[in-house]
């Protein structure tokens, strides 16, 4: 059975920062792409970064050269690095698994949330100005 946990979340400032941790479990291989998505009040989710198991990266504009995603394949954790946050980085943050094996991140990915078949529970990240 996979399972996706995610921490990390809280409350900081503006201009503050934060890391966020998703651990897998219950895969049987390490070939499976995790995204990172957050969710605001009655605003649809949406795509915020994603990697795969050889380490290929993709960021949406808004978080671009302020997140960094990175991965741990031994410890089956991916991390959020969130710096500079601004309130509109607020929302609920989780963590997804795509198991199709990418290699490279699919240019379609930010736009098919369905594509993640595993999803946490989610993390709640408030930033306030």
């Known amino acids: 059975q996979v399972q996706l946990v995610e921490s990390g979340g809280g409350l900081v400032q503006s201009g503050g920062s934060l890391k966020l941790s998703c651990v897998a479990s219950?895969?049987?291989?390490?070939?499976?792409?995790i995204g990172w998505w957050r969710q605001a009040p009655g605003k649809e989710r949406e795509a915020v970064a994603a990697?795969?198991?050889?380490?290929?990266?993709d960021y949406s504009d808004s978080v671009k050269g302020r997140f960094i995603i990175s991965r741990d394949n031994n410890k089956r954790t991916t991390y959020l690095q969130m710096d500079s946050l601004k309130p509109e980085d607020s929302g609920v943050y989780y963590c997804?698994?795509?198991?199709?094996?990418?290699?490279?991140?699919?240019?379609?990915?930010?736009?098919?949330?369905?594509?993640?078949?595993?999803w946490g529970q989610g993390t709640q990240v408030t930033v306030s100005s």
């Open positions: 219950g895969f049987t291989h390490d070939a499976y792409m």
């Open positions: 990697i795969t198991d050889k380490n290929d990266a």
């Open positions: 997804a698994a795509d198991a199709d094996g990418w290699v490279s991140v699919p240019k379609s990915w930010k736009s098919k949330p369905s594509g993640f078949e595993y």
